[in-house]
Nanobody, 123 residues
Framework: VQLQAFGGGLVQAGGSLRLSCAPS????????MGWFRQAPGKEREFVAA????????FYADSVKGRFTISRDNAKNTEYLQMNSLKPEDTAVYYC?????????????????WGQGTLVTVSS
């Protein structure tokens, strides 16, 4: 089972993009889902996460108020709506699925990863 992320691209500062993530097979409806990103020359960092029910969401301080994570378990898809994008949001964005909700902000909580989708924000 693999995750596939979609929706990256080039956008001007202040613009919006919506990323989607879905498994190529199987279902992740009982998993926590998250988004991480890695900018050139930097380590991968946590962006946002959502519990299996969608009842709780978590955000990095750098994106709080601008990004919204959601999921549709009926469609087996999670989303990351990104508004008011900044050049510093430029990175490869990875979706992930896991079971350890107690470490939901850590990449070690996730056992499944997507291939990444590039988001470039121009100034």
């Amino acid at each position: 089972v693999q995750l596939q992320a979609f929706g990256g691209g080039l956008v001007q500062a202040g613009g919006s993009l919506r990323l989607s993530c879905a498994p190529s097979g199987g279902t992740f409806s009982s998993y926590i889902m998250g988004w991480f990103r890695q900018a050139p020359g930097k380590e991968r960092e946590f962006v946002a996460a959502i519990t299996w029910s969608g009842g709780s969401t978590f955000y990095a301080d750098s994106v709080k108020g601008r990004f919204t994570i959601s999921r549709d378990n009926a469609k087996n898809t999670e989303y990351l709506q990104m508004n008011s994008l900044k050049p510093e949001d430029t990175a490869v964005y990875y979706c992930a699925a896991g079971k350890n909700s107690r470490s939901i902000r850590l990449d070690t909580a996730y056992g499944y990863w997507g291939q990444g989708t590039l988001v470039t924000v121009s100034s």
